[in-house]
């Protein structure tokens, strides 16, 4: 039967390759992760009413997903309150309307895996 | 208003104009609702519409309808980088146009040293909020129900605007409950309140928007014929090399 050997060499860079490329990823989704905690603070900032509230915007991992908003409970009856408002007071939204904010990750994320991996083949 | 004259300025008597219409459509959209009477000899009840919460001279009757404008945005995503696009392209492609007309008149030069060219339309992204206010549970229900099959289907849909006589792309992005109590001389009764969020698609075109010969886009399209020439804007845009003379690029 025939064989083939493998070096052990080989098999080291192979793994260590795959360890660069697992690791760069994870840098990338932070990178992203923070680019658009920036993004939503900035908005946050200039939204009529949110102001006092950017900084408390925060982003976290739970049951597998990630999540933006606002943690600290005794700030979300408020914040409730401004983005859907009342009879008196008229709404102003900021989680429903980051579409730019969103597009702009986007953007930024592909610019990123370009920068990290090439721009990818064109046939 | 001193800095120039407005290019486009919506007519508030007449309903037309950007987000006027929009906002005319939605409200025509919504109107015409009714729930039934508590009992079922009573007549249908009809629902009311208005823009944010009625002005105190009007007396409240339930079941209402409010809305509210929350943002006109641009939709950067969807803009593109052309200015100007001929109909039919130099390699004799066409673009996607709905209303392409096949037989447009020779333009005054002459086919093929004239030709029509279509001005960008610019997508901005119109986002509502509908609420919706009951006092009695089983009207705050049929409502729920009917919005949710009927009213705002759980896929994007079409309002009509009967200004310019197109139609508007509609979509549900989010609902809240936020029901409450009210309390007045005659005790405490509850306000169910469901909160609808809706976007709608319009489109400005570029000639109504001022300075409009510069715009921000996400997307740029390239005439890339070969990979070759995709290479070079490649190395211009990701890796800083300079520009080469029109005459240098292949």
């Given at each position: 039967m025939?064989?083939?050997?493998i070096s052990q060499?080989?098999?080291?860079?192979?793994s260590r390759?795959v360890?660069?490329?697992e690791?760069d990823?994870?840098?990338?989704?932070?990178?992203?992760?923070?680019?658009f905690?920036?993004?939503?603070?900035?908005?946050?900032r200039?939204?009529?009413?949110?102001?006092h509230?950017?900084d408390?915007?925060?982003?976290?991992?739970?049951?597998?997903?990630?999540?933006v908003?606002?943690r600290?409970?005794a700030y979300?009856?408020?914040?409730w309150?401004?983005?859907?408002?009342?009879?008196e007071?008229?709404?102003?939204?900021?989680?429903?309307?980051?579409?730019s904010?969103?597009g702009?990750t986007?953007?930024n994320?592909?610019a990123?895996?370009?920068?990290?991996?090439?721009?990818?083949?064109?046939? | 208003?001193t800095?120039?004259?407005?290019?486009?300025?919506?007519d508030?008597h007449?309903?037309?104009g950007?987000?006027?219409?929009?906002?005319?459509?939605?409200?025509s959209?919504?109107?015409?609702i009714?729930v039934p009477?508590?009992r079922?000899?009573?007549?249908?009840?009809?629902?009311g519409?208005?823009?944010?919460w009625?002005?105190?001279?009007?007396?409240?009757?339930?079941?209402?309808?409010?809305?509210?404008?929350?943002?006109?945005e641009?939709?950067y995503?969807l803009?593109?980088?052309?200015?100007w696009e001929?109909?039919?392209?130099?390699?004799g492609?066409?673009?996607?146009r709905?209303s392409?007309?096949?037989?447009?008149?020779?333009?005054?030069m002459?086919?093929?040293?004239g030709d029509?060219?279509?001005?960008?339309?610019?997508?901005?992204?119109?986002?509502?909020?509908?609420n919706?206010y009951s006092r009695?549970?089983?009207h705050?229900?049929?409502?729920r129900?009917i919005?949710?099959?009927?009213?705002?289907?759980?896929?994007?849909?079409?309002?009509?605007?009967?200004?310019?006589n197109?139609w508007?792309?509609?979509?549900?992005?989010?609902?809240a409950?936020?029901?409450?109590s009210?309390t007045?001389?005659?005790?405490?009764?509850r306000?169910?309140?469901?909160?609808?969020?809706?976007?709608?698609?319009?489109?400005?075109?570029?000639?109504?928007?001022?300075?409009a010969?510069?715009?921000?886009?996400f997307?740029v399209?390239?005439?890339a014929y070969?990979?070759?020439?995709?290479?070079?804007?490649?190395?211009i845009?990701?890796?800083?090399?300079?520009?080469?003379?029109?005459?240098?690029?292949?």
């Amino acid at each position: 039967m025939d064989s083939i050997r493998i070096s052990q060499d080989w098999l080291d860079n192979l793994s260590r390759y795959v360890t660069d490329l697992e690791n760069d990823g994870y840098d990338a989704a932070e990178e992203n992760v923070r680019f658009f905690h920036e993004q939503m603070v900035d908005k946050a900032r200039t939204t009529s009413g949110w102001e006092h509230l950017a900084d408390e915007i925060e982003v976290w991992s739970q049951d597998g997903q990630l999540w933006v908003g606002l943690r600290n409970k005794a700030y979300v009856s408020e914040a409730w309150l401004i983005e859907y408002g009342d009879q008196e007071n008229a709404p102003n939204s900021l989680f429903r309307t980051l579409q730019s904010q969103v597009g702009l990750t986007n953007e930024n994320a592909s610019a990123s895996a370009i920068a990290r991996y090439g721009a990818g083949r064109v046939t | 208003m001193t800095i120039r004259p407005l290019i486009a300025p919506p007519d508030i008597h007449q309903h037309v104009g950007f987000m006027l219409a929009e906002d005319e459509a939605l409200k025509s959209y919504l109107t015409g609702i009714q729930v039934p009477g508590q009992r079922p000899e009573d007549p249908p009840i009809d629902v009311g519409v208005w823009f944010r919460w009625p002005t105190g001279e009007r007396q409240i009757k339930y079941p209402f309808i409010t809305i509210d404008s929350i943002t006109a945005e641009p939709a950067y995503e969807l803009f593109h980088s052309n200015h100007w696009e001929p109909i039919v392209d130099t390699d004799g492609s066409t673009l996607y146009r709905p209303s392409f007309a096949p037989e447009l008149p020779e333009p005054s030069m002459g086919w093929g040293a004239g030709d029509y060219q279509v001005l960008n339309f610019l997508p901005f992204r119109l986002v509502y909020q509908v609420n919706v206010y009951s006092r009695y549970n089983l009207h705050d229900r049929y409502l729920r129900s009917i919005f949710a099959t009927d009213v705002f289907p759980q896929r994007p849909w079409w309002i009509g605007v009967d200004a310019d006589n197109t139609w508007r792309r509609t979509e549900q992005i989010g609902y809240a409950a936020t029901d409450s109590s009210e309390t007045n001389e005659s005790g405490t009764k509850r306000i169910f309140r469901k909160v609808y969020s809706i976007q709608m698609l319009a489109e400005v075109p570029q000639q109504r928007l001022a300075d409009a010969e510069f715009y921000r886009v996400f997307k740029v399209f390239i005439s890339a014929y070969d990979r070759e020439r995709l290479e070079h804007f490649f190395d211009i845009a990701h890796e800083g090399k300079d520009v080469p003379t029109p005459a240098v690029l292949p």
